[in-house]
């Protein structure tokens, strides 16, 4: 895709009723910063929208960061469950 991608263009294009123009512009910004889970959520909506038999289109792998928040969480519920 080139030219100028922004959110506010992709948000100009849903409005006007180009999901797919809008989907790819999400895409692309998606892909520029995976940890922007606004985007994410966008993508994920519009895929939706395009393809209503598939759950999710787009599901960036999440960051090393992410990934270590979410299972420290993980530890800290079963320690809570075991009394620890």
């Known amino acids: 895709m080139g030219g100028i991608i922004t959110k506010t ?22 892909e520029q910063d995976p940890s922007n889970i606004e985007i994410r959520e966008r993508l994920n909506e519009l895929g939706r ?3 209503p038999a598939s759950p999710s289109i787009y599901q960036p792998v999440p960051s090393t960061e992410q990934q270590i928040h979410l ?14």
Do not use: T
Not at 9 to 30: D, K
Not at 71 to 84: A, H, Q, S, T
């Open 9 to 30: 263009l992709a948000e100009i294009y849903l409005q006007q009723g180009h999901l797919q123009e809008a989907y790819e512009i999400f895409r692309a910004l998606s």
């Open 49 to 51: 929208k395009l393809s």
């Open 71 to 84: 299972l420290k969480r993980w530890l800290d519920n079963i320690r809570k469950r075991r009394g620890e």
